[in-house]
């Protein structure tokens, strides 16, 4: 008990819960270092939280990443989740054929 209170007082997540990623509003080359980081850092615990939301540029580069992510989750018998996804990233992802793997969320009415 002690050890989980120390854990959440440090910013560490708990093991049964979703790591939230924030996708950047220029999700483009630039951001990929930082993105790929965040990303491997939150496949351990199996289950990730995507907040695309507030990318405003996305490159194909991303979307790989995203995919890669897909993929490793998959593999590990792990959950990948959208807290929303922008008409960018949709209109991306679509364009590329890879909005059904990313099973991004549809953009509603703003």
């Known amino acids: 008990m002690a050890g989980k209170q120390a854990a959440r007082r440090n910013g560490e997540r708990q093991a049964d819960a979703p790591a939230t990623v924030v996708l950047p509003p220029d999700c483009r080359m630039a951001a990929q270092a930082a993105l ?3 990303l491997v850092a939150a496949l351990p615990g ?3 939280v ?5 990318v405003e540029r996305v490159d194909t580069a991303a979307l790989q990443l995203l995919v890669l992510l897909r993929r490793a989750l998959d593999g590990r018998g792990g959950t990948l989740a959208w807290h929303g996804a922008s008409e960018a990233l949709n209109d991306a992802a679509g364009l590329l054929g890879l909005a059904t ?3 991004l969320p549809a953009v509603g009415p703003a």
Do not use: F, K, P
């Not at 995507?50 to 507030?54: Q, T």
């Open 50 to 54: 995507l907040d695309g939301s507030r």
């Open 46 to 48: 199996g289950a990730v």
């Open 36 to 38: 790929q980081a965040q």
């Open 101 to 103: 793997i990313l099973e």
